[in-house]
């Protein structure tokens, strides 16, 4: 019993040692563009968890950092527009679209055969009654 404890506490002493360093959000507007893209979902993720609680007690590289992921001159606001979407991207939405528009294309021409073969049944069920 005695060294279960101590396994426990020292188990947990180990855990409780672990630390989480926050990413350098320190000029971020001049180090965005060279970023990698797990470094820059790291800092969105650690900015969106900061400002979950009071936005006093971030600090002002923070708050700056926040402003310039937010409104900043980068992706869709690039002023170069470049870097908005990759050549993949674009791919896969063409194929997507263009799969989309042939099944729209072959439900439309369904509806029309159904509506001709709708009309020449009631047609010949005109024919059939008995007057």
Do not use: C
Not at 16 to 38: C, F, G, H, M
Not at 69 to 80: A, F, Q, V
Not at 92 to 102: H, N, V
């Amino acid at each position: 019993m005695i060294l279960a404890l101590k396994r426990h506490n020292i188990v947990r002493r180990t855990f409780a040692q672990i630390s989480y360093n926050p990413p350098d959000v320190s000029e971020i507007a001049s180090k965005w563009r060279t970023l990698q893209p797990l470094l820059k979902e790291e800092i969105i993720e650690y900015l969106n968890w900061k400002m979950e609680d009071n936005w006093d007690k971030m600090s002002k590289n923070e708050m700056k950092a926040v402003y310039y992921i937010s409104y900043g001159d980068w992706g869709p606001r690039s002023s170069s527009g470049t870097g908005q979407l990759p050549p993949s991207y674009l791919i896969w939405k063409s194929l997507f679209s263009g799969i989309l528009f042939t099944a729209l294309g072959v439900s439309v021409t369904n509806m029309i055969k159904d509506k001709r073969t709708n009309a020449k049944l009631q047609e010949l069920g005109e024919l059939r009654k008995p007057d």
